[in-house]
């Protein structure tokens, strides 16, 4: 196999293979989770935030859900090698052997993210439908704090008044402040207490409010009984049934007129404090200092530039609307207001994988 006076023979190869089987699957679990997991919570802030600034300002809130997650990837390993020779019989000096090898490897991430805007029927029903006292006791007993949870959920207590927005902003009764301290109070000292009572003779499932006053201090025994007379209750009962309406129909009921979540979000957005400007030009109503009474249980700053450092925050009519990364309170609110936004979201959801990888 020669040539005198020209190029030996030439052999060429090439292999395609692949570099072994690897699993990559849960390695792409360790990468994806926590992103995917923070990229949805950021923008849940963010849109809720947005709806409260639209709410503000008398503009239309709007849901899109993040219905599913779909991930694939694609894998592929190319490897190449080569051998050429060129030999010449009378001059070995000359006769060169080339060796050659090469590969290439491509991982192709290809997310499929599916967004559902929540706004049939049924969504808005269950938006601007009232909290049932239930969901609001449960959430309490759960260990959210009593007069946080009702400063957001209750209109009115035995008909004493909560301040509020019907249209324009609504001053409470000074008493329902009260009401709701001690509950709160006695709630830390677990001296109250919510449960639900049926019997075979009436099936029907009532929910009571048990107070305890043996063995608790004089403080709260005076402030207990201060709580009876201010909601017009039996004196001498210890257990209380929860209805929901205005007023009870005895001296043994306490009636809760609870909010629907568009309310509460309007109650909110009463705490978004509006550009000067804005004000002036009347794109929001101005409320003056009604707001400014006492310490605020939310609230929403705003500027002409970003801020750097906060909890989330969005632009709205070309200016920055943020909660301060340092403010328990709202961001304790943002929380509970998630929570009642998933209790009134009844829509069946069809079933999807939140994340699936394919290896190739």
């Known amino acids: 196999m020669s040539n005198r006076h020209g190029l030996g023979r030439v052999l060429t190869l090439v ?21 995917y997991n923070e990229a949805i919570a950021q923008s849940w802030k963010q849109q809720t935030l947005l709806n409260l600034v639209r709410l503000r300002y008398g503009d239309l809130p709007e849901f899109v859900d993040v219905s599913s997650i779909v991930n694939g990837y694609e894998r592929a390993n190319v490897t190449s090698g080569s051998l050429g020779t060129d030999i010449l019989p009378h001059r070995s000096t000359d006769s060169v052997i080339a060796l050659g090898l090469g590969g290439s490897h491509s991982l192709i991430d290809r997310p499929t993210i599916s967004y559902a805007p929540q706004g049939n029927s049924e969504f808005v029903r269950n938006l601007t439908s009232p909290l049932t006292p239930l969901a609001i006791l449960n959430l309490i007993e759960s260990g959210a704090p009593a007069d946080v949870v009702f400063e957001f959920t209750v209109e009115s207590i035995n008909g ?10 609504q ?12 509950l709160r109070r006695a709630q830390d000292s677990g001296l109250t207490s919510f449960r639900v009572k049926s019997s075979p003779s009436d099936p029907e499932q009532k929910t009571l409010l048990v107070i305890k006053e043996a063995d608790i201090p004089e403080e709260l025994q005076r402030e ?51 550009p000067i ?36 925050s969005v632009e709205y009519a070309g200016h920055w609307f943020w909660i301060d990364h340092r403010d328990f309170s709202s961001k304790r609110a943002m929380s509970y207001l998630k929570v009642l936004l998933a209790l009134v979201d009844t829509q069946k959801k069809d079933a999807a994988p939140a994340l699936m990888i394919r290896a190739n």
């Open 224 to 274: 207990t009984k201060e709580l009876r007379q201010l909601l017009k209750l039996d004196q001498d009962s210890r257990e209380f049934e929860i209805v929901f309406g205005l007023l009870p129909q005895n001296r043994h009921e306490i009636a809760l007129r609870t909010r629907n979540v568009i309310r509460i979000m309007n109650y909110l957005s009463l705490y978004v404090q509006v």
């Open 160 to 169: 004493i008044r909560n301040r509020g927005f019907t249209g324009e902003y």
């Open 277 to 312: 400007c804005h004000l002036a030009e009347g794109r929001a109503l101005d409320w003056g200092e009604v707001m400014a009474t006492e310490e605020p249980p939310f609230t929403v700053y705003s500027g002409c530039e970003p801020p750097e450092d906060c909890f989330t």
């Open 15 to 35: 292999v395609l293979c692949g570099l072994g089987c690897q699993h990559i699957g849960p390695r792409t679990i360790k990468d994806d989770r926590i992103p």
């Open 171 to 182: 001053e409470g009764d000074p008493e329902f402040q009260t009401i709701i301290r001690t």
